[in-house]
């Protein structure tokens, strides 16, 4: 995540980002590991539980936030409360909707086995660029992926199994 919005995050929550650091923790060492598209996602669900540590009286530790399989993952301490929980996964479930680059509606892809979650323009901008670089990535939705790895078709020939 770019500047910005890193500061614009961790100022409007306090509670959540700055008032109970944990040296120690992935957070401090890398911050936001996400990309911008997921920022609307991030600050509406940083107000959720910066109103939750509010009314709850319970204080929070920010353990990570990153990107894992096309899904934002968003790690509390142990001291987090059902109702934190509960709107931890409901973003977690938004996220698999939203372009990770842009923040447009979009889906999820597989390219060389890296799932990412990308708008139509996003998407063909990377296979653009791809392509002008002499790349040749294959994207396929999550159901394509199935169907080739299911077929034992996977993306190094038929039947080739020895990167597996």
Request: charged fraction near 30%.
């Amino acid at each position: 995540m770019n500047e910005t919005n890193t500061k614009k995050l961790i100022q409007d929550f306090p509670r959540l980002y700055r008032e109970h650091p944990a040296p120690d923790t992935a957070f401090a060492r890398y911050g936001f590991q996400v990309d911008d598209g997921w920022f609307e996602l991030l600050y509406e669900l940083s107000a959720d539980l910066e109103h939750l540590i509010e009314t709850e009286n319970t204080p929070v530790t920010v353990l990570q936030v990153k990107e894992k399989l096309a899904e934002l993952r968003f790690y509390l301490s142990s001291s987090r409360t059902d109702a934190m929980r509960a709107r931890i996964k409901q973003a977690t479930e938004a996220s698999i909707g939203i372009c990770e680059l842009c923040g447009a509606p979009g889906q999820t892809w597989i390219a060389d086995y890296t799932r990412c979650v990308r708008c139509d323009i996003c998407k063909a901008r990377a296979v653009r660029d791809d392509a002008t670089k002499g790349g040749k990535r294959r994207w396929l939705t999550e159901d394509e992926w199935g169907t080739l790895r299911d077929n034992e078709r996977c993306v190094f020939g038929p039947n080739d199994h020895s990167n597996r």
